[in-house]
């Protein structure tokens, strides 16, 4: 079954709302934005959409495809709002999609089968480039010489991590050729009902869950381009979501300490920014070598702490720590967010 040659109804839009339909998404970069940290147990979402759109009045539209099934479970998240929430159901859309077109469904479960062999892959390299990073931070001193072996061991991570982004896009950039998403019928239909729904609201929440869920739902329907620069509340993986580079991280994990792997590119409307869910549980910040392995090696990007209480504030170009906002510094320590 090939995409049919069908297209769906035409209808009059505003221009934010044209779509495109040649596989390519829109690259966007927002102008107000606020990054939160988890919402479940200490809910801050509130204050921060009334920060952004001044009237009670004005629908929000919700976006909690990385919830997967849970999808439709936002009651305590409206009682908090307390506005009109839209809750676009993007995970329940694709499941949808794939109910009429199976044949995009096996394109999707193949690229994702050789995108974790490509995560396999650089995993293994990395902790081959990691190590020397490590060791070298640890006999520190003033020796010139090793300071700029440092360098160079860094400049090799970081090599590494731009080539493994590269190889991601061109999975996807073949992906979208080959298998022409944007065209197939049922995504049109799923897309237009999107639309319609993001032109009657005035600020677009993306929460967290499965990142990997999350972000390759939305780039189904380029959902950021769709939105365009308008006001965005994102937390826990929602946040990661948007800036330019996905970070995976966990120092306590069952299988032990392991190093952060950067997954892919994000939609990069967040510049200059890394979004580290649940950094205290998940960050061994007592340990000096460990906060300088991911500071210094993102840097000039902030390695923000997304904890419960976090907020950042994105405006006008640049970032604002608004409550309880930390990042990691690159002397290996914990630092509050310049303000």
């Not at 976006?63 to 849970?70: I, K, Q, S």
């Not at 993007?90 to 949808?96: F, M, Q």
């Not at 929602?238 to 069952?254: K, N, P, Q, Y």
């Amino acid at each position: 079954m090939r995409p049919s040659a069908g297209r769906a109804p035409s209808r009059s839009k505003p221009p934010f709302q044209q779509a495109r339909r040649s596989g390519r998404h829109v690259a966007v970069k927002l102008s107000s934005a606020i990054v939160l940290g988890p919402q479940r147990r200490e809910p801050i979402l509130g204050a921060a959409i009334d920060d952004l759109v001044a009237s009670r009045e004005e629908p929000v539209a919700l976006v909690t495809a990385g919830w997967e099934e849970r999808e439709d479970e936002d009651e305590e998240l409206r009682e908090h709002v307390g506005r009109a929430v839209t809750n676009l159901r993007v995970w329940a859309r694709v499941e949808r999609i794939f109910e009429q077109d199976p044949e995009l469904l096996q394109a999707m479960r193949a690229r994702h089968a050789v995108l974790r062999g490509v995560q396999d892959v650089y995993r293994l390299r990395l902790a081959g480039l990691v190590e020397p990073v490590r060791e070298l931070l640890q006999r520190g001193g003033d020796d010139p010489w090793v300071a700029a072996e440092e360098q160079d061991a860094w400049e090799l991570v970081r090599r590494l991590d731009r080539q493994h982004m590269s190889r991601v896009a061109e999975i996807h950039a073949e992906f979208e050729a080959r298998e022409r998403p944007s065209e197939r019928d049922a995504v049109q239909a799923e897309r237009a009902e999107l639309l319609d729904q993001l032109a009657g609201v005035s600020c677009l929440l993306v929460a967290g869950g499965h990142i990997g869920v999350l972000l390759h739902r939305m780039r189904l329907f380029d959902l950021c381009g769709a939105w365009g620069d308008r006001p965005v509340v994102a937390w826990s993986a929602g946040a990661m979501a948007l800036t330019e580079r996905i970070v995976l991280f966990h120092d306590r994990s069952v299988q032990g300490t392991a190093h952060a792997e950067v997954m892919e590119a994000g939609f990069g409307l967040l510049p200059d920014f890394v979004a580290l869910p649940h950094a205290n549980h998940r960050i061994a910040t007592d340990d000096a070598v460990r906060v300088q392995l991911l500071a210094r090696r993102f840097a000039p990007a902030s390695c923000a702490m997304l904890d419960y209480g976090a907020r950042f504030d994105w405006r006008d170009g640049a970032w604002r720590a608004v409550a309880q906002a930390r990042r990691l510094a690159e002397d290996g320590s914990v630092e509050e967010a310049v303000r």
